[in-house]
């Protein structure tokens, strides 16, 4: 991400994309989600926006969990561990939600740069991640 040259231009707050796991049944697109992070001053929390839900995706109860790590290589089951922050999921496509709580858009002991995130669903089994990624900046 930091080397070599990029046209991008810097978005201010943070972003994650999420790859769906086996879990997820993806019938109209393989695309990935977004979360995007964003802290406004007009705003007490942190607003989150969902970008790459398709419709077959509302139809049960999600939420997004920011891991205490920010490792994907090992088991992404691993849900031992308690969250760093947990939040439900909207069910409207492309959606925004604005958290309670302001959450630390950087990097260190409170910040979720680098944090490996979760959508999670239940099911029989118990709940399972049916779409994992890594926060970054935006």
């Not at 991400?1 to 943070?14: D, E, F, H, L, P």
Request: net charge negative; proline share 4%.
């Amino acid at each position: 991400m930091c080397n070599g040259n990029s046209t991008r231009v810097a978005q201010g707050g943070s972003i994650a994309v999420l790859r769906p796991t086996s879990h997820l049944v993806r019938t109209q697109s393989e695309e990935d989600m977004l979360l995007v992070f964003s802290n406004q001053l007009a705003y007490p929390g942190t607003r989150v926006e969902f970008q790459g839900l398709d419709e077959d995706f509302q139809q049960e109860r999600h939420w997004v969990v920011i891991h205490r790590d920010g490792d994907i290589s090992t088991s992404s089951q691993s849900t031992r561990t308690s969250p760093l922050y947990t939040f439900p999921l909207n069910s409207a496509l492309n959606s925004t939600v604005q958290l309670s709580q302001h959450l630390d858009l950087g990097v260190g002991d409170t910040g979720i740069i680098g944090r490996r995130i979760s959508v999670m669903t239940g099911s029989t089994q118990g709940p399972l991640i049916v779409a994992e990624g890594i926060i970054g900046w935006n």
